[in-house]
């Protein structure tokens, strides 16, 4: 009789373990394309078009958001020379970021995106319409960014900071934007069917889970700034007294959490603006992840509020020559020693130290010797590819993959992790 108990307990082992392996996350390998998501990860990808800023998120139940689509055209008068279109010459960003989006799109989703949030009104995020090789949709807008991306993979909610009041949210800023089209664009697209909201400062209902909510208590949302405005001490503070901010200072930022990973985004809003060192205070401890804000420009990433934030990973989507700079990766690591700088571009050649003669006034690009360039840039964790920040079930753990970009096959270059959430 011991013996038949024995075997069974042996029989049962063995089940749960096969179960076990049988159910195991693929985690990838190198030269494979990038694992689908699977239900309970939360993954956050920087699509590289080489054009403009894209992410693409999928939450743990599968609802999905999108995080800008930029549009740059190529320009011979550009200030700073653009890297080359991805994965080939003559893509267009926007096309380039719906191949990437619908091949990563759960089969739940039906072809859509639940969920689009315009950080700002600048081209980079939005795409432009002065462009001349644009195509014109019959309601009149122009294709391009984000209003090219809905033609090819449709949104179901589209959150701004100037809806339904875009004459107010322009005024708002010193730097007005034509948006002409754009609005042409939200018309259009609220007829066919889709919401239209304006980012609500202090709220943690704007961007919830649509698919099963209740599985998942860990994950949340927290819209922290907008409009140079930021949740302070509970209540909503003016960074500007009254006065007014540039676009980028107007940008939209908001923190994800999920266990305790926690990815901050935060559009254009570096410390150029008077976003950025208030809102490290208020959020006042580490987080796991975020966007490079403004591409991690020049004042941008102090010192003083990387040491707040101590962010593990740091993602800049860039598209210029001038960018990563050097003098806001210094002082990233300077606050905090321990972050992996991952960089979607990297121009071949040095010319930052060119600023003080290109913009005419000093930003430190002066000190950006080749030799400092050399020295600070072979520190990035990885210098050209989309990248991807893959988050365990329940937030414990995390990777970060960097996928070829030369093709659409999304193959992995690189995989780093797991990393343990704080």
């Known amino acids: ?39 309970g990860m939360l993954d956050i990808h920087f699509v590289n078009s080489g054009r403009g800023e894209c992410a693409f998120l999928i939450l743990p139940d599968g609802t999905t958001m999108v995080v ?64 001349k090789g644009n195509d014109i949709s019959p309601d009149g807008y122009a294709l391009t960014g984000l209003m090219g991306l809905y033609d090819l993979v449709p949104f179901k909610t589209l959150v701004d900071r100037g809806y339904p009041d875009y004459d107010a949210a322009l005024e708002r800023t010193t730097a007005h934007t034509n948006i002409d089209h754009y609005r042409k664009f939200v018309s259009y697209a609220i007829s066919q069917g889709m ?19 209740e599985a ?12 140079g405005m930021l949740w302070q001490g509970g209540e909503v503070v003016d960074l500007y007294a009254g006065e007014k901010p540039k676009e980028n200072g107007a940008s939209c930022c908001f923190l994800i959490k999920y266990g305790n990973f926690e990815y901050l ?17 208020e959020i006042g401890h580490r987080i ?34 001038h960018k990563p700079w ?6 990233t690591w300077e606050g905090s020693p321990k972050t992996r700088i991952y960089t979607t571009n990297l121009y071949p050649e040095n ?26 840039t072979e520190k990035l964790s990885s210098k050209n590819g989309h990248v991807v920040i893959r988050v365990e079930k329940g937030g414990a753990r995390y990777r970060v993959y960097v996928l070829d970009d030369t093709d659409y096959e999304y193959r992995i270059k690189q995989i780093d992790g797991p990393f343990r959430s704080r």
């Open 195 to 213: 919401k239209a909201e304006r980012f609500r400062i202090g709220a943690d209902d704007q961007f919830v889970l649509r698919n099963n909510p």
């Open 351 to 376: 010319l930052q130290k060119e600023d003080v003669q290109r913009s005419g006034s000093d930003h430190g690009g002066s000190a950006v010797t080749d030799e400092v360039y050399a020295a600070e």
């Open 326 to 331: 050097i003098p806001a990766m210094e002082t």
């Open 216 to 227: 998942y208590p860990e994950f949340s949302t927290f819209n922290y700034a907008c409009d």
């Open 288 to 321: 796991e992840a975020m966007k490079g804000s403004h591409h991690m420009a020049w004042g941008t990433h102090t010192k003083e509020a990387m040491a707040i934030l101590q962010p593990g990973v740091i993602v800049v989507q860039n598209f210029t020559s």
């Open 265 to 281: 985004t935060c559009g254009d809003a570096g410390a150029n603006t008077a976003v950025e060192i208030p809102l490290a205070h």
């Open 1 to 39: 009789m011991k013996k038949i108990f024995a075997l069974a307990a042996a029989l049962c082992a063995a089940a749960t373990l096969s179960c076990r392996n049988s159910s195991k996350v693929d985690t990838g390998k190198i030269g494979s394309p990038l694992p689908q998501w699977e239900e």
């Open 68 to 131: 800008d689509c930029g549009d740059i055209p190529d320009s011979k008068k550009a200030r700073w020379p653009e890297v080359d279109p991805k994965p080939f010459p003559g893509e267009r960003a926007y096309k380039v970021d719906a191949e990437y989006i619908r091949h990563f799109l759960p089969e739940h989703s039906g072809g859509m995106v639940d969920y689009f949030n315009l950080s700002h009104f600048h081209i980079d995020h939005m795409g432009t319409a002065s462009w």
